[in-house]
């Protein structure tokens, strides 16, 4: 990793020229676009801007939310209107330059944790319109927390080379084959709801690898206990990994409410669903389902067998401790469990999300949220790591499911 660092920062060298000010000529004068406050607010809110900007029991958008990555620690920053620790100072060029190239107006880069990869592809006239809601945001005096990323991902002129390597500053060009309501989730798939940040793997310097965008990632987050775990992004492309047994209503429904015939929102999307995607006008969400029902179905690499003795020993345990709620068939029921039965959870690439729902019981979000199925509890402390591992690989492998199988050594590093 330190080596890959240093050719990158080589080749900072030699394409640092490629993004000086003019690759993205400055906005027209705010007047000239038809924006508003209140598109910018509905912008914000469908683009989770509080999730990472809010940090627990903080100011609204002061910042200081914790983000753990492969890289080091990053600390979201103040984006009220606070001009001493803030963006009060900003204009909108200032504005539409961090959001199309993640550059802050003295120059300097800003990290890709940041989503502006995905904000690069928004209209010029949604960009005016957040700068105009931002511009609403009462200020709070709450100065940035430092980063504490490791060595050499701490120095900021490496991004120029990231950047000529992996950001497109394009806005998205609508495909002239597929309908207006596609062609609007696409938009808001991509772009707003930066969806692949979470959903599509990385590569080993950070960036998503667009060949399998949507397949399923990898990102560290909290679990229940508090502590900070690797979570996995499922499966969104229609494969049978992933929503192929979920209609458009089905995902429209999930993202408007944090529930469909086929899952319960829990960790992470906790905040995306309750302060985000529950927001969606009916037509938005509609669309973001017809996109994502429309992409290419794929899934990442080969599958390995399960060895037949952790098959069978799996199938004990699933007898014993989840066979009462989720069924035998694993269909699940509608006041049991959910069904694991073409689970886009269970068949997950990586199987971490599933190993923290079985560790520590689906983390539900707060009331007034109510899930009316019976409670799943924690398995942590019940079974063995060896336990947790065969009814893992054997539910992943069995109603249909076809993912790989889980070790003890991936149960220990999730606990």
């Excluded at 676009?33 to 627990?56: D, F, K, M």
């Excluded at 009462?138 to 002129?157: E, G």
Aim: with cysteine; proline share 6%; aromatic share 10%.
């Amino acid at each position: 990793m330190l080596f890959a660092a240093i050719v990158i920062l080589c080749g900072a060298v030699l394409s640092g020229f490629v993004l000086q000010r003019d690759d993205v000529a400055d906005p027209a004068p705010l007047a000239q676009y038809a924006a508003s406050v209140e598109q910018g607010r509905y912008l914000a809110l469908i683009g989770n801007c509080a999730s990472c900007h809010t940090a627990p029991g903080g100011k609204p958008y002061a910042g200081g939310v914790e983000f753990q990555t492969p890289f080091g620690t990053l600390y979201s920053t103040n984006i009220t209107t606070d001009v001493e620790t803030g963006i009060g100072s900003w204009s909108f060029t200032d504005f539409y330059h961090a959001m199309k190239r993640g550059i802050r107006p003295d120059g300097v880069h800003l990290y890709p944790a940041f989503p502006y990869s995905a904000y690069a592809r928004l209209t010029d006239a949604d960009i005016a319109s957040l700068y105009l809601y931002i511009n609403t945001v009462a200020p709070q005096n709450v100065q940035a927390r430092p980063n504490a990323l490791h060595f050499p991902y701490s120095i900021r002129p490496l991004l120029y080379a990231w950047k000529a390597l992996f950001h497109d500053t394009a806005v998205y060009e609508p495909d002239a084959t597929r309908s207006a309501s596609w062609n609007r989730g696409a938009y808001l798939t991509q772009g707003l709801g930066h969806c692949g940040a979470c959903h599509t793997p990385r590569n080993f310097l950070g960036a998503e690898i667009q060949d399998l965008a949507l397949t399923g990632g990898v990102y560290l987050d909290r679990v229940k206990t508090g502590k900070f775990r690797a979570w996995s992004g499922v499966n969104l492309t229609p494969h049978h990994t992933g929503l192929a047994q979920w209609t458009e209503d089905d995902i429209a429904a999930y993202l408007q409410s944090g529930q469909s015939r086929h899952a319960v929102v829990h960790g992470p999307m906790n905040e995306v669903v309750m302060n985000s995607t529950r927001h969606l006008s009916d037509v938005d969400a509609g669309a973001m389902a017809a996109y994502l029902k429309g992409i290419p179905s794929q899934q990442q690499g080969n599958v390995a067998a399960a060895d037949p003795s952790t098959l069978d020993a799996g199938e004990i345990v699933y007898t014993v401790h989840c066979g009462s709620c989720h069924l035998p068939t694993g269909l699940g029921d509608e006041v049991l469990g959910v069904a694991l039965a073409g689970s886009a959870i269970v068949q997950a690439a990586n199987p971490s999300s599933l190993l923290n729902v079985i560790l520590y019981g689906p983390h539900l979000p707060a009331p007034p949220f109510v899930v009316n199925r019976t409670q799943m509890k924690m398995f942590g402390k019940r079974l063995s790591d060896e336990d947790i591992a065969s009814v893992a690989t054997y539910v992943r492998a069995s109603f249909g499911n076809t993912a790989g199988p889980v070790t003890p050594e991936q149960v220990y590093a999730q606990r």
